[in-house]
């Protein structure tokens, strides 16, 4: 009798420790609910190295602003910072409460850098007002920043990976924005999104199928050496700088189709498995530089309703 009560006492200890170690001592975890209760002190987010146990929910801070009768404004005033996390977890910085819409307002810097997202993570609907550095990030599930705002100088998705979806549709980079050696297995979706500063996809390696339609390039739009393993799309675009596709690898159909280059295009050593489709288009300073361009065979170049135009047209009588 005496054995078994020590036993039962044995396996209860055991249990209450087990729960107590499940965020801070197990494997550097850390409960989400601390990076919240910090925000909510006012004090800056800094966490390295360290495995975030469940879900991340910035909505969840305290202070909340009405904006209308349907939307609330969660307000982070303090830098949030993570270097090589791991999050176990959904991250997200949008949803529904009390019957409100809630979306998050970041005042200062986000980093997630070299960061592991196992779960989804929802950034859409935020605004940043300062830089945004996701370097090095890996999204095993989705990535989603839809109708973000972002008011910085910088914008960073160096060299990430990407193993689904990665969106971000109707968005607003007030910056540059660098895709530099990014590699998505997934959908790669900007469509209807506004760049007013350099957007640099340069080395980007997609075997997913690239949505640029109805996107906005106030400055260059940079894809030199990009593989593109499936369609790409640029139709009813608009590029006010330059498009650089120089040594560019498109192993499907692309569309540059409907839209307006008000710059230089630059096509040098790209290679086309498909047809490209220019049809529609207007190109401001004549025709494309395409020089060692090729298409293999059956591919086409498709030119219907295409113009070129000359100095003549710029400058009429």
Same mark, same amino acid.
């Given at each position: 009798?005496?054995?078994?009560?020590?036993?039962?006492?044995?396996?209860?200890?055991?249990?209450?420790?087990?729960?107590?170690?499940?965020?801070?001592?197990?494997?550097?975890?850390?409960?989400?609910?601390?990076?919240?209760?910090?925000?909510?002190?006012?004090?800056?987010?800094?966490?390295?190295?360290?495995?975030?146990?469940?879900?991340?929910?910035?909505?969840?801070?305290?202070?909340?602003?009405?904006?209308?009768?349907?939307?609330?404004?969660?307000?982070?005033?303090?830098?949030?910072?993570?270097?090589?996390?791991?999050?176990?977890?959904?991250?997200?910085?949008?949803?529904?409460?009390?019957?409100?819409?809630?979306?998050?307002?970041?005042?200062?810097?986000?980093?997630?850098?070299?960061?592991?997202?196992?779960?989804?993570?929802?950034?859409? =609907?935020? /605004? $940043? #007002? +300062?830089?945004?550095?996701?370097?090095?990030?890996? @999204?095993?599930?989705? &990535?989603?920043?839809? !109708? %973000?705002?972002?008011?910085?100088?910088?914008?960073?998705?160096?060299?990430?990976?990407?193993?689904?979806?990665?969106?971000?549709?109707?968005?607003?980079?007030?910056?540059?924005?660098?895709?530099?050696?990014?590699?998505?297995?997934?959908?790669?979706?900007?469509?209807?999104?506004?760049?007013?500063?350099?957007?640099?996809?340069?080395?980007?390696?997609?075997?997913?199928?690239?949505?640029?339609?109805?996107?906005?390039?106030?400055?260059?739009?940079?894809?030199?050496?990009?593989?593109?393993?499936?369609?790409?799309?640029?139709? =009813?675009? /608009? $590029? #006010? +700088?330059?498009?650089?596709?120089?040594?560019?690898? @498109?192993?499907?159909? &692309?569309?540059?189709? !409907? %839209?307006?280059?008000?710059?230089?295009?630059?096509?040098?050593?790209?290679?086309?498995?498909?047809?490209?489709?220019?049809?529609?288009?207007?190109?401001?300073?004549?025709?494309?530089?395409?020089?060692?361009?090729?298409?293999?065979?059956?591919?086409?170049?498709?030119?219907?309703?295409?113009?070129?135009?000359?100095?003549?047209?710029?400058?009429?009588?």
């Amino acid at each position: 009798m005496k054995n078994t009560f020590l036993n039962l006492l044995l396996i209860f200890f055991i249990t209450t420790s087990c729960k107590a170690d499940s965020g801070n001592k197990i494997n550097n975890g850390i409960d989400a609910g601390e990076i919240i209760n910090s925000i909510d002190k006012g004090k800056a987010v800094l966490i390295k190295d360290m495995i975030i146990t469940d879900d991340l929910d910035f909505t969840k801070i305290k202070r909340h602003d009405v904006f209308s009768t349907s939307l609330e404004i969660a307000r982070i005033e303090v830098p949030v910072t993570f270097f090589n996390c791991i999050f176990m977890g959904s991250v997200t910085a949008n949803g529904m409460q009390s019957q409100r819409q809630v979306n998050t307002h970041f005042s200062s810097s986000i980093t997630f850098e070299a960061c592991d997202f196992r779960g989804d993570a929802d950034f859409s =609907n935020i /605004t $940043v #007002a +300062g830089m945004v550095n996701f370097t090095g990030a890996t @999204f095993r599930e989705k &990535a989603l920043f839809n !109708n %973000a705002t972002f008011k910085g100088r910088q914008v960073y998705f160096t060299a990430l990976n990407s193993e689904k979806l990665f969106s971000m549709q109707e968005s607003r980079i007030e910056g540059s924005i660098d895709f530099f050696k990014a590699k998505v297995s997934g959908k790669f979706s900007f469509q209807s999104s506004d760049f007013w500063g350099i957007a640099r996809f340069s080395d980007l390696d997609c075997n997913g199928k690239s949505d640029f339609s109805l996107t906005n390039f106030r400055s260059d739009a940079l894809f030199t050496y990009a593989n593109f393993g499936n369609e790409f799309r640029m139709a =009813n675009t /608009t $590029v #006010a +700088g330059r498009l650089d596709l120089i040594s560019v690898s @498109f192993q499907s159909n &692309a569309w540059l189709s !409907n %839209a307006v280059f008000y710059g230089k295009v630059n096509l040098t050593k790209t290679e086309v498995k498909g047809n490209l489709d220019l049809s529609g288009s207007l190109f401001m300073l004549g025709k494309p530089v395409m020089d060692e361009f090729t298409i293999q065979s059956p591919g086409q170049l498709i030119k219907d309703g295409t113009r070129f135009a000359t100095f003549d047209e710029l400058n009429p009588e």
